[in-house]
Protein backbone atom coordinates (compact mmCIF):
# COMPACT_ATOMS: atom_id res chain seq x y z
CA UNK A 1 0.00 0.00 0.00
CA UNK A 2 2.92 2.24 0.76
CA UNK A 3 4.28 2.01 -2.58
CA UNK A 4 0.50 2.74 -4.01
CA UNK A 5 0.96 6.01 -2.16
CA UNK A 6 4.64 6.82 -3.44
CA UNK A 7 4.22 6.54 -6.78
CA UNK A 8 1.00 8.65 -6.83
CA UNK A 9 2.91 11.06 -4.97
CA UNK A 10 5.57 11.44 -7.27
CA UNK A 11 3.21 10.81 -10.18
CA UNK A 12 1.26 14.01 -8.74
CA UNK A 13 4.86 15.80 -8.22
CA UNK A 14 6.11 15.24 -11.99
CA UNK A 15 2.64 16.48 -13.13
CA UNK A 16 2.79 19.40 -11.19
CA UNK A 17 6.12 20.39 -12.41
CA UNK A 18 5.28 19.68 -15.46
CA UNK A 19 2.29 21.85 -15.81
CA UNK A 20 3.98 24.78 -13.93
CA UNK A 21 7.29 24.43 -16.58
CA UNK A 22 5.04 25.01 -19.65
CA UNK A 23 2.69 27.77 -18.26
CA UNK A 24 3.13 31.55 -18.94
CA UNK A 25 3.04 33.89 -16.06
CA UNK A 26 0.67 36.52 -17.32
CA UNK A 27 2.59 40.31 -18.38
CA UNK A 28 0.10 42.89 -16.35
CA UNK A 29 0.48 45.88 -18.13
CA UNK A 30 0.82 48.99 -16.08
CA UNK A 31 -2.20 51.05 -14.79
CA UNK A 32 -2.62 54.08 -16.86
CA UNK A 33 -1.18 52.29 -20.07
CA UNK A 34 -4.22 51.03 -21.44
CA UNK A 35 -7.40 53.12 -21.42
CA UNK A 36 -9.59 49.86 -20.65
CA UNK A 37 -7.64 49.09 -17.10
CA UNK A 38 -8.56 52.63 -15.21
CA UNK A 39 -7.07 55.75 -14.43
CA UNK A 40 -3.12 56.60 -13.82
CA UNK A 41 -2.51 57.39 -10.07
CA UNK A 42 -2.29 60.91 -10.52
CA UNK A 43 -5.66 60.84 -11.63
CA UNK A 44 -7.17 58.76 -8.83
CA UNK A 45 -5.92 60.93 -6.44
CA UNK A 46 -7.75 64.33 -8.47
CA UNK A 47 -10.86 64.29 -7.65
CA UNK A 48 -10.91 63.59 -3.70
CA UNK A 49 -8.29 66.24 -3.21
CA UNK A 50 -10.53 68.54 -5.17
CA UNK A 51 -13.34 67.03 -3.20
CA UNK A 52 -11.48 67.62 0.17
CA UNK A 53 -10.61 71.03 -1.12
CA UNK A 54 -14.19 71.50 -1.06
CA UNK A 55 -14.25 72.10 -4.84
CA UNK A 56 -17.39 70.00 -5.12
CA UNK A 57 -20.12 71.07 -8.04
CA UNK A 58 -22.95 69.26 -9.75
CA UNK A 59 -23.77 67.89 -13.14
CA UNK A 60 -27.05 67.79 -14.46
CA UNK A 61 -27.87 65.61 -17.52
CA UNK A 62 -30.75 66.05 -20.05
CA UNK A 63 -31.17 62.49 -19.52
CA UNK A 64 -28.73 59.89 -17.43
CA UNK A 65 -30.42 56.99 -19.64
CA UNK A 66 -30.46 56.12 -23.24
CA UNK A 67 -32.61 53.35 -24.87
CA UNK A 68 -31.35 52.56 -28.40
CA UNK A 69 -34.41 50.09 -28.91
CA UNK A 70 -34.44 47.21 -31.10
CA UNK A 71 -30.79 46.56 -32.89
CA UNK A 72 -29.30 43.75 -34.93
CA UNK A 73 -26.66 41.75 -33.66
CA UNK A 74 -23.22 43.19 -34.43
CA UNK A 75 -24.48 46.99 -34.82
CA UNK A 76 -22.07 49.87 -33.12
CA UNK A 77 -24.49 52.82 -32.00
CA UNK A 78 -23.82 55.71 -30.10
CA UNK A 79 -25.40 58.11 -28.00
CA UNK A 80 -24.43 61.80 -26.45
CA UNK A 81 -25.28 62.41 -22.96
CA UNK A 82 -25.26 66.03 -23.12
CA UNK A 83 -24.81 67.68 -19.44
CA UNK A 84 -24.69 71.17 -17.63
CA UNK A 85 -22.33 71.91 -15.34
CA UNK A 86 -24.83 73.34 -12.24
CA UNK A 87 -22.78 74.04 -9.95
CA UNK A 88 -20.33 76.78 -8.68
CA UNK A 89 -17.41 75.37 -9.09
CA UNK A 90 -14.89 73.66 -12.30
CA UNK A 91 -16.30 70.46 -13.08
CA UNK A 92 -13.67 68.04 -13.54
CA UNK A 93 -14.49 64.55 -15.09
CA UNK A 94 -11.30 62.68 -13.96
CA UNK A 95 -12.32 59.42 -15.46
CA UNK A 96 -14.94 57.47 -17.55
CA UNK A 97 -15.03 53.48 -17.36
CA UNK A 98 -17.87 51.35 -19.41
CA UNK A 99 -18.95 48.11 -17.21
CA UNK A 100 -17.80 46.03 -19.80
CA UNK A 101 -15.47 46.37 -23.41
CA UNK A 102 -18.34 46.66 -25.44
CA UNK A 103 -19.25 50.11 -23.85
CA UNK A 104 -16.64 52.83 -24.58
CA UNK A 105 -16.99 56.15 -23.19
CA UNK A 106 -15.57 59.68 -24.41
CA UNK A 107 -15.26 62.57 -21.72
CA UNK A 108 -14.54 66.15 -21.90
CA UNK A 109 -10.41 66.09 -20.38
CA UNK A 110 -10.61 70.01 -20.02
CA UNK A 111 -12.73 71.50 -16.44
CA UNK A 112 -16.35 72.56 -17.63
CA UNK A 113 -16.35 76.00 -16.14
CA UNK A 114 -19.83 76.35 -14.02
CA UNK A 115 -22.96 77.33 -16.31
CA UNK A 116 -20.50 75.33 -19.17
CA UNK A 117 -22.15 72.26 -21.36
CA UNK A 118 -20.27 69.19 -22.57
CA UNK A 119 -21.52 65.55 -23.65
CA UNK A 120 -20.27 62.20 -22.70
CA UNK A 121 -20.27 60.75 -26.16
CA UNK A 122 -21.05 56.38 -25.35
CA UNK A 123 -20.21 53.86 -28.07
CA UNK A 124 -21.58 50.09 -27.86
CA UNK A 125 -20.73 47.49 -30.07
CA UNK A 126 -23.23 44.52 -30.20
CA UNK A 127 -20.94 42.19 -31.89
CA UNK A 128 -21.77 38.68 -29.68
CA UNK A 129 -24.35 39.92 -27.68
CA UNK A 130 -28.71 38.75 -28.39
CA UNK A 131 -31.74 39.53 -26.36
CA UNK A 132 -32.39 42.30 -23.90
CA UNK A 133 -28.94 44.18 -22.56
CA UNK A 134 -28.15 47.13 -20.15
CA UNK A 135 -24.75 48.06 -19.57
CA UNK A 136 -23.43 51.72 -17.44
CA UNK A 137 -20.58 54.29 -17.70
CA UNK A 138 -19.26 55.48 -14.48
CA UNK A 139 -18.20 59.30 -14.56
CA UNK A 140 -15.46 60.08 -11.65
CA UNK A 141 -15.67 63.80 -11.44
CA UNK A 142 -16.32 66.43 -8.50
CA UNK A 143 -19.64 66.23 -7.69
CA UNK A 144 -21.00 65.04 -4.04
CA UNK A 145 -21.15 61.27 -4.35
CA UNK A 146 -17.80 61.67 -6.47
CA UNK A 147 -19.52 59.88 -9.41
CA UNK A 148 -22.23 60.01 -11.44
CA UNK A 149 -23.95 56.79 -13.60
CA UNK A 150 -25.20 56.85 -17.06
CA UNK A 151 -27.30 53.85 -18.48
CA UNK A 152 -27.53 52.07 -22.14
CA UNK A 153 -30.46 49.53 -23.02
CA UNK A 154 -30.91 47.50 -25.75
CA UNK A 155 -32.64 44.89 -27.54
CA UNK A 156 -29.81 42.98 -29.60
CA UNK A 157 -31.74 40.39 -32.33
CA UNK A 158 -30.05 38.44 -34.89
CA UNK A 159 -28.82 40.04 -38.25
CA UNK A 160 -30.53 38.19 -39.95
CA UNK A 161 -34.01 39.38 -38.95
CA UNK A 162 -36.18 42.00 -39.87
Same mark, same amino acid.
Not at 133 to 149: E, F, H, M, Y
Given at each position: ????????????????????????? =???????????????????????????? $???????? =????????????????????????? /??????????? /??????????????????????? !?????????????? !??????????? $?????????????? $???
Amino acid at each position: MKRVHLHLAGLLTVFILTASCNSKP =EVQPKLGTNPNLGPTPAEINKVPKLIAD $GKITEMTF =ESQTHDFGTIKQGDKVVHDFKFTNT /GKEDLIISYAK /GSCGCTVPEYPKQAIKPGGKGSI !KVSFNSAGKIGETS !KTVTLTCNVTD $GAKILYIKTNIVPS $GTK
